[in-house]
């Protein structure tokens, strides 16, 4: 889901205008920390194509995933002065803290996975889903939390997301409106004086 508020706010930034100024601002933009990011997604990479071929990655997948949780949240804990990403901490912060009440996995909607077609559904109901998912049940703690929202057609790409979800892809799309759209004397000057201070 994080790709969508990627991609949804590059469109709209391009619509609005946004190509060169915001490949100037993309440009000069400091990040704290900035070699974590790549490296994490790396890392999950590998945690998605290990776990199907060695079983004891997929039996340790959960803390794996709670790994990278974690490192993200001080990544963008540091960066919190940039525009959107209190929402974005907000967002993953919701997600993990579902994921730690239900051992490391997130907690899927059989009912909202119908959009996903019945063979994910089967998946979900035999315990066999990919990755860090697993099928809500009486026993779900924070379901609320979980992935319980379907996305389907009109929507460009089915999917079931989570609370967490929305409100990560809503600091991101703020984030990256901040950086492509010119808004005169203002920039990324105040970023630039909080890390001064």
Same mark, same amino acid.
């Given at each position: 889901?994080?790709?969508?508020?990627?991609?949804?706010?590059?469109? #709209? &930034?391009?619509f609005?205008?946004?190509?060169?100024?915001?490949?100037?601002?993309?440009a000069?933009?400091?990040?704290?920390?900035?070699?974590?990011?790549?490296?994490?997604?790396?890392?999950?990479?590998?945690?998605?194509?290990?776990? @199907?071929?060695?079983?004891?990655?997929?039996? *340790?997948? &959960?803390?794996?995933?709670?790994?990278?949780?974690?490192?993200?949240?001080?990544?963008?804990?540091?960066?919190?002065?940039h525009?959107?990403?209190?929402?974005?901490?907000? &967002?993953?912060?919701?997600?993990?803290? #579902?994921?730690?009440?239900?051992? &490391?996995?997130?907690?899927?909607?059989?009912?909202?996975?119908?959009?996903?077609?019945?063979?994910? #559904?089967?998946?979900?109901? @035999?315990?066999?889903?990919? $990755?860090?998912?697993?099928?809500?049940?009486? $026993?779900?703690?924070?379901?609320?939390?979980?992935?319980?929202?379907?996305?389907?057609?009109?929507?460009?790409?089915?999917?079931? *997301?989570?609370?967490?979800?929305? #409100?990560?892809?809503?600091?991101?799309?703020?984030?990256?409106?901040?950086?492509?759209?010119?808004?005169?004397? @203002?920039? *990324? $000057?105040?970023?630039?004086?909080?890390?001064?201070?």
């Amino acid at each position: 889901m994080v790709y969508d508020g990627i991609l949804i706010g590059l469109i #709209v &930034g391009l619509f609005r205008g946004g190509v060169r100024y915001g490949l100037n601002q993309f440009a000069t933009l400091q990040l704290r920390g900035g070699w974590i990011f790549p490296l994490l997604l790396l890392f999950q990479f590998g945690i998605f194509y290990m776990q @199907e071929r060695l079983s004891w990655v997929a039996s *340790i997948n &959960g803390y794996l995933f709670a790994a990278v949780y974690i490192t993200g949240l001080i990544f963008l804990w540091l960066n919190r002065h940039h525009r959107g990403f209190t929402l974005i901490w907000i &967002g993953v912060f919701l997600n993990f803290i #579902v994921m730690a009440f239900n051992g &490391g996995r997130m907690p899927v909607s059989v009912e909202a996975s119908a959009v996903l077609g019945p063979y994910y #559904v089967d998946l979900l109901r @035999e315990g066999t889903a990919v $990755s860090k998912h697993y099928m809500m049940d009486a $026993s779900t703690h924070l379901a609320f939390l979980g992935d319980i929202i379907p996305l389907s057609s009109p929507y460009p790409r089915t999917q079931v *997301i989570s609370i967490g979800d929305v #409100v990560m892809n809503v600091g991101i799309f703020l984030f990256i409106q901040y950086m492509m759209v010119n808004r005169g004397k @203002e920039d *990324i $000057s105040s970023a630039e004086t909080y890390q001064t201070q």
